[in-house]
C-alpha cells in the first residue's frame, strides 16, 4: 500500500503549455520594455544636450549683434565725418585747407573705419599712408550699402542660424523620446495582462494570455517603426 503511494507521488506533472507560453510573453514583454527605456534615456540625453548648445549659440549670437550694433554705428559716425571734411575739401579755395582736410578723411579711413566699411564705400584695397583723392571723392558720393550690414551682422546671424537648428534638433529628439516611453507603456500593459492569467486555473487563463499576446505584438510594432539611435 505505501508502495503504490510512493509511486503514484512520484508520478511527472504535465507539462504547462500555459507557463511556457506565459514566460515569453513576460520575458519579451521585459525586453521590449527594457530596449525602449534604453531609447528613450538617449533621446533625453540628446534633448537635454541640443537645448544646451541652442541657447550657447543664441548667447553667442546676442553678444555678436551687440558688437555688430557699436561697429555699425562707429563706421556711420566717421563716414559722415569724412564725408564733411571731403564736402568742404571740395568747396575750399585756400590748397593748404583743402589738403588738411582730404589727409584728415583719409586718416579717419585708414585708421577708424572697419574692413567691411572699407571695402564697402570702394576704398583701395592696399592700405597706404593716404588714400588718392580720387578715391576720397568717389567715397563721398557714395553710402554705406545693405551688403554692408549683412557682412558686418554675418557673425551674429550665423550664432542665430546654429540656435534654431539645435534647438530644432531638441525638439525632435524630446518628441522621439516621448515616443519610446509611450511604447514603454504599452510593454506594461503587455507585462500586467500576461502576467494577470497566472492568477487563473480555468481556460480563462488562456484568453488572458491572448489578449497579453495582441498587448505585446502591438507593442513591438509600435517600437520597431521609431527612430532608432
Request: charged content about 25%.
Amino acid at each position: 500500500m505505501s508502495d503504490s503511494t510512493g509511486t503514484s507521488d512520484l508520478k511527472p506533472r504535465p507539462f504547462e503549455w500555459f507557463e511556457l507560453a506565459t514566460a515569453l510573453l513576460l520575458g519579451c514583454g521585459a525586453v521590449g520594455a527594457s530596449l525602449s527605456g534604453y531609447q528613450a534615456s538617449l533621446w533625453n540625453g540628446k534633448t537635454n544636450e541640443s537645448f544646451v548648445k541652442s541657447s550657447f549659440h543664441n548667447t553667442q549670437a546676442a553678444a555678436s549683434e551687440h558688437t555688430a550694433v557699436m561697429v555699425s554705428l562707429h563706421d556711420q559716425e566717421i563716414d559722415v565725418e569724412a564725408k564733411k571734411l571731403l564736402a568742404d575739401a571740395a568747396v575750399e579755395t585756400d590748397e593748404t585747407k583743402k589738403r588738411s582736410d582730404l589727409h584728415m578723411a583719409s586718416s579717419l579711413y585708414l585708421h577708424h573705419l572697419s574692413k567691411e566699411a572699407y571695402s564697402d564705400l570702394g576704398l583701395p584695397v592696399a592700405r597706404g599712408d593716404s588714400i588718392p583723392d580720387d578715391a576720397l571723392m568717389k567715397a563721398r558720393d557714395q553710402d554705406l550699402s545693405g551688403t554692408y550690414m549683412h557682412r558686418v551682422f554675418a557673425a551674429a546671424e550665423s550664432d542665430r542660424d546654429k540656435a534654431r537648428e539645435t534647438f530644432e534638433t531638441g525638439s525632435h529628439a524630446s518628441s522621439q523620446g516621448d515616443r519610446f516611453a509611450l511604447a514603454e507603456v504599452l510593454f506594461a500593459v503587455s507585462l500586467f495582462v500576461s502576467g494577470t492569467g497566472l492568477v487563473f486555473k480555468t481556460r480563462l487563463k488562456w484568453a488572458f494570455a491572448g489578449m497579453g499576446f495582441v498587448a505585446l505584438a502591438t507593442a513591438f510594432g509600435y517600437l520597431l517603426r521609431l527612430e532608432w539611435m
